[in-house]
């Protein structure tokens, strides 16, 4: 049954640019970009127990580093990994304070990595195109350009498919045994003779990885970015997208960069309806559409701390034992 909804998930997604407009394809793609990213950071964080701030700096090392390549015409087939295998660098870098803090202390030690990555993305002109950003060349495979938002929608979904199930069966080797037993007890962990240099490293090394590679595809999808973009309001984006879906829990960020994404775009969707009836509406709701989505995540928060995913495993149970109760 469940190849059956797996199927029928993929034929969906491959007929669904014929099925709807281009900003619903546009959407799917940023959605798509959105869940690389923040299963990186639920490899860092939910499974691994180490909090990262710099998130959003790992995916603007990935961009640029896509962008310089393509501009010396490097194709896309070998920029991505490129932009990933930089972004895991520079991420095993950042996670060496892991190896004695943890904790409030790590995410300040990473919020450090950010603020430096921003000030590099600013000033190195000769890479980066400072505060005027880079243009990014359009992806091309075998001559073929992806020029618009649906042809872009056949790459990014694709990728975004092939590393969650990497991701999740990363989780069934060894390696993803010993980031869950380091999230548990770190001490426990290395008696029973696990290397935390070793895998605390690799753990911020492929969750950059997933970052760089999220940053090159989001440089191939708007040709043109800013450093205003990796900002940290991005890093803590992702980290509500992670908190809301449930940490720990592939399906959770599933859901969580379904809600954070499309969430706005309803808000905004019920703004533009209410200015149809009232001059006004824009004026008075546009701030409100903010708090709404701040009260929406403090509510998950509260009432289901373990997010999205558990609210998707009682419906599951439900409808597994209907008509009978629990």
Known sequence: ????????????????????????????????????AASGLNVMTGFSGLISLGHAAFMGVGCYTAAWLAQRGVPFWLTIPAAGAMAALLGAVAGLPSLRIKGLYLAVATLAMQFLLEYVFREWDSVTGGVRGVNVPNASLFGFDLLNDTRMYYLI??????????????????????????????????????????YKLAAFAIGSFYAGVAGALLGYFYRAMTPEYFSLQLSIFYLAVIIVGGLGSLVGT???????????????????????WSPRATEILSPIQQVVFGLLIIGFLVYEPHGLAVIWRRVRRFFHLWPFRT
């Open 1 to 36: 049954m469940q190849r059956r909804w797996l199927a029928a998930l993929a034929l969906l997604l491959l007929v669904l640019p014929f099925l709807v407009n281009n900003y619903v394809v546009g959407l799917a793609c940023i959605l798509c970009i959105h869940l690389i």
């Open 157 to 198: 979904v694709p990728l975004a498919a092939l590393l969650l199930v990497l991701a999740r069966n990363l989780f069934r080797t060894r390696v993803g045994r010993a980031f869950i037993a380091i999230r548990d007890k770190d001490i426990s962990a290395e008696v029973l003779g696990i290397n935390l240099l070793h």
């Open 254 to 276: 599933i859901f969580g960069a379904v809600f954070m994404t499309l969430v706005p775009e309803a808000l905004r969707f019920l703004v533009s309806v209410a200015a149809q």
